[in-house]
């Protein structure tokens, strides 16, 4: 509820989550925008809809294991979840698909950015760096379009270095 509180004083429109209805209306007395009941819902599709698709910027994240997955799904494009605290089973929920390794993905605080792609000036910029430096792709190996399973197959394996290029006719 602190976070609500924070979020309302910067003028954010809010999204609260709990499995309690009567946390939830309390939420709502706090000035709560949006209030989800994650027991009777998929929250994540519910964050969608309210935000016609965008998703939530800012996520704030206190149940980890249990929950984390509904935030990758429910967090904007460039969107943050801010992991505090773990309320959730720390060492996986097998039962319900969490395994372990997702505790060292929440266990330090970092961020983890997604690149697709750039701006066209990043793009620029990088280009001159290569030149400047000298810096030269690295051609692993090239196959023919007729062979592009077997190219796959050859990237998917562990003996290449660099880029495996497909020759397109």
């Given amino acids: 509820m602190f976070g609500l ?3 309302r004083a910067a003028g954010a429109v809010t999204i609260i989550t709990s499995s309690s209805d009567e946390k939830l209306v309390k939420a709502k007395e706090l000035g709560a925008t949006h209030c989800i009941n994650y027991r009777t819902s998929d929250w994540a599709a519910e964050v969608k809809s309210v935000t016609h ?3 939530a910027d800012h996520i704030l994240e206190v149940g980890g294991i249990g929950t984390l997955l509904q935030s990758f799904q429910a967090v904007a494009w460039n969107g943050l979840i801010h992991s ?4 959730t089973n720390m060492v996986g929920d097998h039962k319900n698909g969490h395994s372990d390794a997702t505790f060292p993905i929440i266990d330090k605080p970092y961020t983890l950015r997604r690149i697709i792609v750039g701006p066209r000036e990043q793009l620029q910029d990088l280009l001159a760096c290569f030149t400047a430096n000298s810096i030269r792709l690295i051609i692993n190996r090239v196959f023919e379009f007729e062979k592009a399973q077997e190219a796959y197959e050859y990237l998917w394996g562990p003996s290449h270095i660099g880029k495996v290029v497909i020759r397109i006719p």
């Fill in 84 to 87: 505090i605290g773990h309320i």
């Fill in 53 to 55: 698709g965008r998703g």
């Fill in 5 to 7: 509180q924070i979020a």
